[in-house]
């Protein structure tokens, strides 16, 4: 039988919801770190959310967008699939987590205290933001209901795309990637799959709709793509009214490494610097930065 593109990611970890869809969850490294008692990410910095208690999930793996920075295989694309129901989603979300963190329970390592197993078995938060593009799964507005409902706290993260539906998201925080200052920029860093101007509208729509939430725009920086015109980025920036704004140097992984060289990933003081670049530029300040993952935060004043 010729393999699927759900069976490529089961082979990098992914574990799967229904047989039918691409739903899927994989803890992140520092899920796994962080119930060993390690580090936690950066979220637990800038927005205190504990890392062991995070899953990482997304509705579908289908995405409309190409990114040169992006870590996923495009030899790899889900074309067609049944979308998983949001309850299916919602009752497999603890299974799943623990079937993915077996291996690093209390009684197999010795690093790993009880009450943070026990904790990791009973997630707080879920951040939709595995790979794909969330807004292409047509319920994801009750998705984000469900979870909510039953106390989980939601990150939704978007490439801003389909401002319709998430204009319809309700998440704790509300994510739009910014990965351009300029049409242009964006067609050539993130190749959608349509129209360019189209979806560069699209996006400035979604932006739009950040102010009235509390929300995050979230900037991947690429050296030599899109490193280019802060004052177009704060312009899109003021004009969002988004809560926070997160500038993050690209990192060379995964399949990003096939169209992408190590020396387009950004030190971090170059992140911070564009980002006080940004800053100047609009009606934002510095709140917080993380070297390790090479990420800035802002803060509208
Ligand atoms: S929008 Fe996200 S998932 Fe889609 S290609 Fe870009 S980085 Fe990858």
Same mark, same amino acid.
């Given at each position: 039988m010729p393999s699927t593109p759900c069976d490529a990611r089961k082979k990098q970890g992914y574990l799967f919801f229904s047989p039918d869809s691409s739903a899927a969850l994989k803890p992140c490294l520092w899920c796994k770190r962080a119930l060993a008692g390690g580090e936690m990410c950066y979220?637990?910095?800038?927005?205190?959310?504990?890392?062991?208690?995070?899953?990482?999930?997304?509705?579908?793996?289908?995405?409309?967008?190409?990114?040169?920075?992006?870590?996923?295989?495009?030899?790899?694309?889900v074309a067609e699939e049944e979308e998983c129901q949001p309850q299916i989603i919602l009752e497999g979300v603890k299974k799943l987590q623990k079937k993915a963190l077996a291996g690093y329970n209390a009684i197999l390592d010795n690093s790993v205290t009880n009450e943070r197993w026990q904790e990791a078995l009973n997630p707080k938060h879920v951040a939709i933001s595995l790979s794909g593009e969330p807004t292409l799964? =047509?319920?994801?507005?009750?998705?984000?209901? /469900?979870?909510?409902?039953?106390?989980?706290?939601?990150? &939704?993260? =978007?490439?801003?795309?389909?401002?319709?539906? /998430?204009?319809?998201c309700r998440p704790f925080q509300?994510? &739009?990637?910014?990965?351009?200052?300029?049409?242009r920029t964006y067609k050539k860093t993130c190749r959608p799959d349509g129209d360019a101007e189209e979806f560069w509208n699209n996006i400035k729509e979604s932006l739009s709709h950040l102010r009235t939430k509390r929300s995050a725009v979230r900037i991947t920086l690429v050296s030599g793509l899109n490193d280019v015109g802060p004052e177009g980025y704060g312009k899109l920036l003021q004009d969002s009214g988004a809560t926070f704004v997160e500038v993050k140097g690209y990192m060379y992984l995964g399949y990003s490494r096939n169209r992408l060289q190590r020396n387009n990933m950004p030190e971090h003081e170059q992140v911070r610097a564009f980002a006080e670049r940004i800053a100047a530029s609009c009606d934002y300040k510095v709140r917080d930065e993380n070297p390790l993952s090479r990420v800035v935060c802002l803060e509208r004043m």
């Open positions: 979220k637990h910095q800038f927005y205190g959310i504990d890392s062991h208690r995070c899953v990482q999930m997304t509705p579908t793996l289908r995405c409309n967008q190409r990114c040169l920075f992006c870590w996923r295989s495009f030899e790899h694309e799964y =047509s319920r994801l507005p009750e998705l984000v209901d /469900l979870f909510n409902g039953n106390g989980y706290t939601t990150f &939704v993260v =978007s490439n801003g795309t389909n401002p319709g539906i /998430l204009a319809k509300q994510y &739009v990637s910014l990965d351009a200052p300029d049409s």
